[in-house]
């Protein structure tokens, strides 16, 4: 089994969105993680699930170490990870996979979603990690920080750290402004007291976390300050930190989240003091949209396992997959997996080009990130879990891997925010920044360059990114309390309009470079579908949907949604 080469939606958005410098390296390195992640990863994932770290506070001696022993397996998933793939170095170290710079964004996100369907908790120090290093870059002095970005970016193992992000407290977690971890000077340093609730990866070499500052707002995040808690000090002695427990947690289990205690931690300061929470936001947010990556991973892994199940059972005479009911069911699951996967990597390019100074990208980058963490996230918990329901009986049984990726799955949309409050964070996009409008002209863009054979779609999700423009401008305009209310339908309705465009460029994309009409029966079942209609092509071709076949232009357009009403309303 190779995880890449069962997926057409990886194909597709790798053809339409790397340049041809890139493809080849891309498609190498993907094809030799597929196979690893197929077999390999795929069997240590399973044993560390079962065999979940153990946090040693004492040494036999009595003295205090908060060491937390890990089974080989997860260790040797960490070596894949960090230094076989360097998924945490991608965006930061040329040198890497054939490249001589650093690689696109879209590199580390299309190959980290390869190693999610095998792995799904070490991810998170992966993405930490990462988004530390990014975080000290952006914001840290270069002088004091460059020696530990250099590490959090290594592949050599022994010379590499991991990162951690501790943000939550027992009563602060949506809300910062009630932080109550304390910062005190100490020469050039600080020294951080307080308690951290739930710190994911907690014995990480390099921690970012928030305090407050004396002379510093109480009342408000303005009062908030970033630091950075090394694990050990230069004289190779333990911070002043101790590891209290570890979580006991319905999902992740192979990978460690715990309850800390800073008792006069040593740390560092990063950036302004008073702009430490919005410093942080530029981590969470990296973070979100790995989030969204890895449940859009957890998605194609439930629906690839579902199929294959029914490929091989025979139920009254016949394979599954070829029953009516059991092809309604699995298509919308597959185009769920597809259309999650387009969001992503759109929006992995979007951070590539802010980053490269563009700030209009910046903009859309800002609002497609909660957009693709508010839907997708949730969305996984649906399609994990209709995809394990497909096996049956066995779904439930902890011997295969659809109960471990339901329990994972409820994870993606309660960690780095849960699903109320990024619903609220696109509010706040809309109110500050139009993101609404921003959002529909870039995507009605999309739709105004589209071919004939996308006509059809391309009308109406013209008239629904104007309905949509029109909804968003009264929502913004009421009340407060209405426009809270909403805002979590109305973000879920941008992001499937935005998911169905840029299927719908997807598909012109493979029409212009002739490779053939699957991309546009894809685009035009999942817009049909957003109404409860099942296409009977989607259905008769559903093989073409799950394994990447193509089908005539006639059996794709006969799937493409109708519309008799002015108002965009499917019939």
Same mark, same amino acid.
């Given at each position: ?399 295969? *891997?659809? =109960?471990? +990726?339901?329990? $994972?799955?409820?994870?993606?949309? %309660?960690?780095? /925010? &849960?699903?109320?409050?990024?619903? @609220? ?72 309009? *935005?998911? =169905?465009? +840029?299927?719908? $460029?997807?598909?012109?994309?493979? %029409?212009?470079? /002739? &490779?053939?009409?699957?991309?546009? @029966? ?50």
């Amino acid at each position: 089994m190779n995880f890449a080469h069962t997926d057409p939606a990886l194909r597709a958005v790798v053809d339409r969105w790397t340049a041809p410098s890139d493809r080849d390296k891309l498609n190498t390195l993907l094809d030799r993680l597929g196979a690893d992640a197929g077999g390999r990863l795929d069997a240590l994932a399973a044993t560390a699930d079962k065999n979940p770290p153990v946090l040693q506070q004492f040494d036999r001696d009595g003295e205090r170490i908060d060491r937390i022993a890990y089974h080989p397996s997860y260790q040797e998933l960490c070596r894949a990870a960090y230094s076989e793939y360097g998924l945490s170095a991608l965006s930061h170290r040329g040198g890497l996979h054939g490249w001589d710079d650093v690689p696109p964004h879209l590199v580390k996100y299309l190959a980290s979603y390869v190693f999610v369907q095998a792995e799904f908790g070490l991810a998170c120090p992966v993405s930490m990690t990462d988004a530390a290093a990014r975080t000290l870059r952006m914001f840290g002095d270069p002088d004091v920080f460059g020696s530990w970005i250099d590490a959090l970016t290594s592949t050599d193992p022994a010379g590499a750290m991991t990162g951690a992000m501790f943000m939550t407290e027992p009563q602060a977690g949506t809300d910062i402004a009630r932080t109550e971890t304390r910062a005190e000077r100490d020469g050039d340093a600080w020294r951080l007291t307080g308690k951290k609730w739930f710190a994911s990866n907690p014995d990480a070499d390099v921690i970012v976390t928030l305090a407050r500052f004396p002379g510093g707002d109480d009342q408000s995040t303005r009062g908030v300050g970033m630091f950075m808690v090394p694990k050990a000090l230069a004289n190779g002695e333990r911070n002043s930190y101790t590891i209290d427990r570890l979580k006991d947690k319905l999902g992740t289990r192979s990978m460690p989240s715990g309850e800390v205690s800073l008792t006069g931690a040593y740390a560092l300061q990063v950036g302004e003091l008073d702009r430490g929470f919005r410093q942080m936001a530029e981590m969470v947010n990296t973070s979100r949209l790995s989030n969204a990556m890895r449940s859009s991973a957890l998605m194609r892994r439930a629906v690839r396992d579902a199929v294959d199940h029914t490929r091989e059972r025979v139920v009254f005479g016949k394979a599954l997959f070829d029953q009516p009911l059991m092809r309604a069911t699995l298509l919308p699951l597959a185009l769920d997996a597809e259309a999650a996967l387009a969001l992503v990597a759109y929006s992995a390019q979007c951070l590539q080009a802010a980053d490269a100074g563009d700030d209009s990208a910046g903009a859309l980058i800002r609002v497609l990130t909660p957009l693709a963490k508010h839907y997708i996230c949730k969305r996984a918990r649906v399609v994990t879990g209709e995809a394990m329901e497909v096996r049956g009986g066995n779904g439930y049984i902890e011997e295969w *891997a659809h =109960a471990r +990726l339901v329990r $994972d799955a409820h994870l993606g949309s %309660i960690w780095e /925010g &849960s699903s109320n409050v990024i619903a @609220l964070d696109v509010l706040r996009c809309m109110r500050k920044l139009g993101a609404h409008h921003r959002l529909a002209d870039t995507m009605r863009g999309i739709l105004a360059g589209l071919g004939p054979d996308c006509g059809p779609g391309a009308d109406v999700l013209h008239r629904r990114w104007n309905d949509l423009v029109a909804e968003g401008d009264l929502l913004v305009a009421g009340d407060d309390d209405t426009a809270q209310a909403g805002c979590a339908r109305y973000a879920n309705e941008l992001a499937r309009a *935005a998911m =169905a465009t +840029l299927l719908y $460029d997807l598909a012109d994309f493979a %029409i212009t470079a /002739g &490779s053939g009409y699957r991309s546009l @029966l894809v685009a035009n079942a999942y817009l049909s579908g957003d109404t409860g209609h099942l296409p009977g092509a989607a259905l008769d071709h559903l093989g073409a949907v799950v394994h990447g076949i193509d089908v005539a232009a006639e059996a794709a357009q006969a799937a493409a949604p109708r519309s008799d009403s002015a108002t965009g309303v499917l019939l």
